[in-house]
């Protein structure tokens, strides 16, 4: 992760030598804004905007827990029941998700068993010996875990951001904290909530919802600025 945002740094002083800088990264973009941001600052370059745009430091959704990899969100892949679901109401949600697609409840149970760790690599390393390609039904997927494994290694979180994240937040996302995560890591979290869900956000259903958001947020943020050179 730190080789990333060192070369999008590196290409970025090449057309703004110095700051304030004003950095924002949708889903995995986010958490590259975030490192650049955090370089930037330990180099003594004035940051003025850090936007993450609905993702965590490490996935933090429905079903999240200290011992299960961040590799696996539930993008994409029919979700479980409603947390405090019943049992009845449970057996409900699988009937319907069989009935609608065995092939969508095939794949939820592998991810929700965890099998899938050990059968999508396999699947991946095959198509790309055969084929030299992914088949496009599992890119997503392959994109996401291979992004995730790179930017993990010695990828430190200690230290954190002295300065203030702003957070945009569908609100068909769910996370298991207030912060999706960002709390330990940033001086301060604001956090903007939007209309919408993670994929909507580069539709026309949800990118009006996430402009407005951003909008306000840099607005604020200008004007928090402006104000601190008047008393400089």
């Known amino acids: 992760m730190e ?7 590196s290409e970025m002083r090449k057309v703004q030598p110095q700051g304030p800088y004003w950095l924002a990264g949708y889903s995995f973009g986010g958490i ?10 330990e180099s003594g370059e004035e940051v003025a905007f850090v936007g993450v745009i609905d993702i965590g430091p490490g ?11 961040p590799l696996r969100p539930w993008f994409g892949i029919a979700p479980p029941p409603e947390e405090g679901a019943t049992f009845w109401d449970a057996a409900g949600h699988y009937r319907s998700m069989v009935i609608d697609s065995p092939v969508r409840f095939a794949r939820h149970m592998m991810v929700r068993t965890g099998i899938s760790r050990v059968v999508d690599p396999i699947r991946f390393e095959l198509d790309l010996r055969r084929h030299g390609v992914v088949r496009p039904e599992w890119r997503l997927w392959y994109s996401w875990e291979e992004h995730w494994r790179l930017a993990a290694r010695r990828w430190s979180r200690r230290g954190g ?44 259903r949800g990118a009006g919802s996430l ?22």
Not at 3 to 9: C, D, E, K, L, V
Not at 32 to 41: G, P, S, V
Not at 164 to 182: K, P, Y
Not at 211 to 232: D, H, K, N, Y
């Open 3 to 9: 080789t990333f945002a060192a070369h999008y740094n």
């Open 161 to 204: 951001y002295p300065g203030c994240v702003d957070l945009f937040w569908a609100n068909e996302t769910a996370s298991a904290d207030a912060t999706m995560g960002w709390g330990p890591m940033a001086a301060d979290v604001r956090i903007h909530r939007f209309d919408g869900d993670h994929f909507g956000v580069l539709e026309e």
């Open 211 to 232: 402009a407005r958001a951003l909008e306000t947020a840099i607005a604020e943020a200008l004007s928090r600025s402006q104000s601190e050179e008047r008393s400089v």
């Open 32 to 41: 590259c804004a975030y490192e650049m941001a955090r370089q930037l600052r």
């Open 59 to 69: 996935f933090r959704g429905r079903g999240w827990n200290a011992r299960r990899s």
